[in-house]
């Protein structure tokens, strides 16, 4: 084939594959536009989507009939003063995306400046331009796009349902919403509004702390810490969301680049930098910051729809991010362990479980029928050492009659008696097990344990996790997942979308033991929980479900994903930091980690028990 050059519908139809991907991208680059033009008001109306109808309004400058005429072409934009594309101060600075949408639809814009004394109106259908014509209207543009795609059918398949094109445009207008606080927005389409929010007023604080709990919720308004630092020019502000307030996602964490959305690995890995010592690696902190530096610092020039930037000095930011939070969680009172503390637990470390076979003891009452609730594979170093405790010894007096049926939906540690520490030969009896005999419990979360060369010390709500996570598995793979019927269902409100995907997966929820029914818009009601989890917070842990299911492929079935979600729920269901146990129920807990597979780390990763040996103690006290 001979070198040609391209005809200018199918230069544009290229861009447009660049530009727009999706509806959603549409309506971002028109409303940057608006936002540039100096509107206050921004009015967004989504039909079927964006295939049939995206319809944009906002009260700016607008544009004359020449202007009007000219912003079709491609590459002519009014937001660059000379050729320096290094010092950009506007959102959109190519002027490629009103040519690349008009390629690929149908669009008509209508538009009025100051100065006419009538609008004009223009119509491009596929990338040929119709007749300028005059028209009534106020100041301002209004972009009307109509059958996105229908140029390139093609590009109409690799589209999601509607609901999904409409949260990613409600994801987009949200992200545009927080940088400006000054403006209006609205989004909606032939149902509903999704998205409403006036103009905030007063100072910049505080007009972006109203903005951001209009579009993140009001209770991370309550819970959020001002952000504010700045170093060798580079301004960081905003807000983020104490520790304990957190998600189980990083999808309400967003950073703007002088006013400009941005999704940045730096960032993430500075957010993930700043919280690590505060929160488990499967939560995430909610936030929201703002960094303001010279145009000559920073690239917006390296992606073609500007979703990520480059800085010029990308250390000094991650720097500046890590030490910014940090301050403020400390002034917060979330401060680190001090220098003696982490000497000692320096000395800690997760142990294999070595006994000798010759120095088993008796089975102890107590440890119910588990030698067929457990799958036959144990962790390495505890299996070759505890399979011989999985055989239950016959019911004796004090015990009464052994359960028969292993799956009793009573999960509580076996015993539950108060009548004070076992006997001096129980305990010797009962430190010759892995995990030793319970001796005491720390600030009523962490088991201190005896052992004959040690202790051992329990971390009472990772370590029932793990335990009532495998029981939920060993159910659900036998089909009989008990479930206990609220005496009042609970309500739970929540976004539309995350109702949707809970109510979509009612059926494979059922299944684990958890009936969820659609209640109205942005609601569910709950009406039977899995019975092993007890009394739980129903309202957290269907939040933290709907954030499991925003992060899972559609396309897997939660059975497939069985892990995440039973994770989740176990989460909610073991017994929490903050309760106290007595001393049987402690040796019930450790005698079950024992005979559970896995039990030697929870369900987020992170060790349930550490072993200290004496001759560690002895180390710490200089000994040694």
Known sequence: MTLRRLPDNIVNQIAAGEVVERPASAVKELVENSIDAGATRIDVVMREGGRSLISITDDGKGMSREELELCFERHATSKLPDEDLVNIEHLGFRGEAIPSIASVSRMRITSRNAEDTNAWTLNVEGGRRGELEPIGAQQGTRVEVRDIFY???????FLKTE????????????RLAMAYPAIAFSLSDEKRTALRVSAAQGDLFEAWLDRLGAVMGREFAENALKIDAERNGVKLTGFAGVPTFNRGNATMQFMFVNGRPVKDKLFTGAVRGAYMDLLARNRHPLLALFLELPPDQVDVNVHPAKAEVRFRDSGGVRGLIVG??????????????????????????????????????AQPVGMGNWSGAMAPSYPGGMSEETSQYQAPMGPSAAEGPRREDHRDTNFAPVAQSDNGPPSQGEADDFQAFPLGAARSQLHETYIVSQTRDGLVLVDQHAAHERLVMERMKKAFSDKTVPRQMLLLPDVVEMDELSASRLCERADELADMGLVVEPFGNGAVVIRETPAMLGNCNVKALVQDLADDLAELDTTLALKDRMDDVFATMACHGSVRSGRRLTVDEMNALLREMEVTPHSGQCNHGRPTYVELKLTDIEKLFGRR
């Open 324 to 361: 910014a939070l940090r301050n403020a969680l400390a002034e917060n009172g979330h401060r680190a362990s001090s220098t003696v503390g982490g000497q000692a637990l320096g000395s800690f470390q997760p142990q294999s479980i070595q006994m000798p076979l010759q120095s088993r003891p």
């Open 151 to 157: 140029a390139t059918p093609a590009r109409l398949k």
């Open 163 to 174: 609901r999904a094109e409409f949260g990613a445009a409600l994801d987009v207008m949200r």
